[in-house]
């Protein structure tokens, strides 16, 4: 069974850094692609990065140069590396896998985590 | 404002039959599949119907999807108090090479 646990949110000022981690079982990251998508208070879904099983990296344009996205293999594990962060960044932001092994375009979104916040505020 | 767009509720009462609308344009829905996503309050979202019209195991068959051209439409029939969610409609869009959400569409069961 799928499981995607989100961690490493919490309150940070504006400028500041936070590293988010999704730890998965069930599934090997080199297989699928996976995704960050993120939730501001209220509002609806917005994509922030794909990341596809052979390694190609995609990311929205307002986090492009801020936010960087790695895994580690070893321990399955996805990082969202996220820099000069803004207000407008705050969120919640989860971790999810592919729904199959189709190219990117052709791909779906299949299991979620439960989310990690992550709030931008001096 | 969202490349794809849905109006921003639906509502029905139980038993009716709803439809939500998700437009696009050629480099997205016109080019990729499009599949949508069920949010139930306070829950992370799940997947609804994928490749256009495919429902995973699990979700009903009241759940059904179509797209033609640069729109795609989500199908829920036999309305139930428990459909009351956020729907969101997303695609690939070839020429952001990005994944693209609609901006939802909140249903409510009268």
């Known amino acids: 069974e799928v499981h995607l646990v989100e961690s490493g949110g919490g309150l940070v000022q504006p400028g500041g850094s936070l590293r988010l981690s999704c730890a998965a079982s069930g599934f090997t990251l080199n297989t699928y692609s996976m995704y960050w998508v993120r939730q501001a208070p209220g509002k609806g879904l917005e994509w922030v990065s794909s990341?596809?099983?052979?390694?190609?990296?995609y990311y929205l344009g307002s986090v492009k140069g801020r936010f960087t996205v790695s895994r580690d293999l070893a321990t399955n594990t996805l990082y969202l590396q996220m820099d000069s962060l803004r207000p407008e960044d705050t969120g919640t932001y989860y971790c999810?896998?592919?729904?199959?092994?189709?190219?990117?375009?052709?791909?779906?979104?299949?299991?979620w985590g439960q989310g990690t916040l992550v709030t931008v505020s001096s | 404002q969202s490349v794809v767009t849905q109006p921003p509720s639906a509502s029905g009462t139980p038993g009716q039959r709803v439809t939500i609308s998700c437009s696009g344009r050629n480099s997205n829905i016109g080019s990729n599949p499009v599949h949508w996503y069920q949010q139930l309050p306070g829950t992370a979202p799940k997947l609804l119907i994928y490749i256009n019209d495919q429902r995973p195991s699990g979700v009903p068959d009241r759940f059904s999807g179509s797209q033609s051209g640069t729109s795609a439409s989500l199908a829920i029939s036999g309305l139930q108090f428990d459909d009351e969610a956020d729907y969101y409609c997303?695609?690939?869009?070839?020429?952001?090479?990005?994944?693209?959400f609609g901006g939802g569409t909140k249903l409510t069961v009268l």
């Open positions: 997303a695609t690939w869009d070839d020429s952001l090479s990005a994944l693209v």
């Open positions: 990341f596809s099983g052979s390694g190609y990296i």
């Open positions: 999810a896998k592919a729904g199959g092994l189709a190219i990117l375009r052709n791909n779906w979104i299949g299991p």
